[in-house]
T-cell receptor, first 108, second 115 residues
């Protein structure tokens, strides 16, 4: 059973702080890694994708991948209240396995 | 206009009824997926299709069937709905990005309630 594990949270951070979201996965052959943001009752929205070890930055978001440790993370710098949502980690290639998500709360 | 559309957006039905959820996409993608989402359980794959002639069961296909009518259309049917099929259902599509990453794009979802 391929698994993707995330802490359900909530992770509470003050506005302007860095939010760090973590994800571990069990399938060593996974090739692609994604972070989706989902607001309550809405569909998942792609935030970041990463497929090689290291860091990938896009604006306030940085994805970090360590295949040896089977670990992927998402850093959100200068967190805003509008970042409050559930963040889903997804791992795989053509078929994705999703984690259950981490709920992030950014307080003003 | 949205690239991935789902109809209906909300549906309330009774136990034993047959119901169809429809998904259409204008992204030109070959691959389409159906997921359900339940609180605390995340997104779970029901069925997926890599092209019109290819249909595959996902993690939780029991009680569901699908039809890929065209490249752009993928329908999910509940032949005899039961209350534990109450959930939020998402359709997704994916296609080559040129980077080897098969990004999935989601429709707006259908909230289904089975009484």
């Amino acid at each position: 059973q391929k698994e993707v594990e995330q802490n359900s949270g909530p992770l509470s951070v003050p506005e302007g702080a860095i939010a760090s979201l973590n994800c571990t996965y069990s399938d060593r052959v996974s090739q692609s890694f994604f972070w989706y943001r989902q607001y309550s009752g809405k569909s998942p929205e792609l935030i970041m994708s990463i497929y090689s070890n290291g860091d990938k930055e896009d604006g306030r978001f940085t994805a970090q991948l360590n295949k040896a440790s089977q670990y992927v993370s998402l850093l959100i710098r200068d967190s805003q209240p509008s970042d409050s949502a559930t963040y889903l980690c997804a791992v795989g290639f053509q078929k994705l396995v999703f984690g259950t998500g981490t709920r992030l709360l950014v307080s003003p | 206009d949205a690239d991935v559309t789902q109809t209906p957006r909300n549906r309330i039905t009774k136990t034993g009824k047959r119901i169809m959820l429809e998904c259409s996409q204008t992204k030109g993608h070959d691959r389409m997926y159906w997921y359900r989402q339940d609180p605390g359980l995340g997104l779970r794959l029901i069925y997926y299709s890599f092209d019109v002639k290819d249909i595959n069961k996902g993690e939780i296909s029991d009680g569901y069937s699908v039809s890929r009518q065209a490249q752009a259309k993928f329908s999910l049917s509940l032949e005899s709905a039961i209350p534990n099929q109450t959930a939020l259902y998402f359709c997704a599509t994916s296609g080559p990005t040129g980077q080897g990453i098969d990004t999935q794009y989601f429709g707006p979802g259908t909230r289904l309630t089975v009484l």
